[in-house]
């Protein structure tokens, strides 16, 4: 069974480091977004990305979105902190689930 993650890695221009979050999405509640760190000195199209992963997993695995950051936020023992990267999406709203 293949994930966003996995579909996401390989790709050549996306780093390995990576994460899925949910999105507001104000028709169906929640989607897909993905926050990817691209692969230095390498371009990386976001659209681009989001069609061929469409090309390779079911159409509710899909990320409706793409970030390129940096790098991904992390605690102490290295752990992605998804709450600091959902912040930005979420931002305004009382409950942080649809």
Same mark, same amino acid.
């Given at each position: 069974?293949l994930?966003? =993650?996995?579909?996401?890695? %390989?790709?050549?221009? =996306?780093?390995?480091?990576?994460?899925?979050?949910?999105?507001?999405?104000?028709?169906?509640?929640e989607?897909?977004?993905?926050?990817?760190?691209?692969?230095?000195?390498?371009?990386?199209?976001?659209?681009?990305? =989001?069609?061929?992963? &469409?090309?390779?997993?079911?159409?509710? *695995?899909?990320?409706?979105?793409?970030?390129?950051?940096?790098?991904?936020?992390?605690?102490?023992?290295? *752990?992605?902190?998804?709450?600091?990267? &959902?912040?930005p999406f %979420?931002?305004?709203?009382? &409950?942080?689930?649809?």
């Open positions: 069974m994930s966003l =993650v996995h579909v996401l890695e %390989w790709r050549a221009a =996306v780093h390995p480091d990576l994460a899925a979050l949910s999105d507001h999405d104000g028709a169906v509640g989607t897909v977004h993905a926050v990817v760190v691209a692969v230095p000195g390498r371009d990386l199209d976001e659209g681009g990305l =989001v069609g061929w992963a &469409r090309e390779r997993l079911a159409g509710f *695995k899909c990320p409706t979105g793409v970030t390129v950051v940096p790098e991904l936020p992390r605690n102490a023992t290295g *752990k992605v902190l998804r709450a600091a990267l &959902r912040e %979420w931002a305004g709203r009382n &409950r942080l689930v649809s």
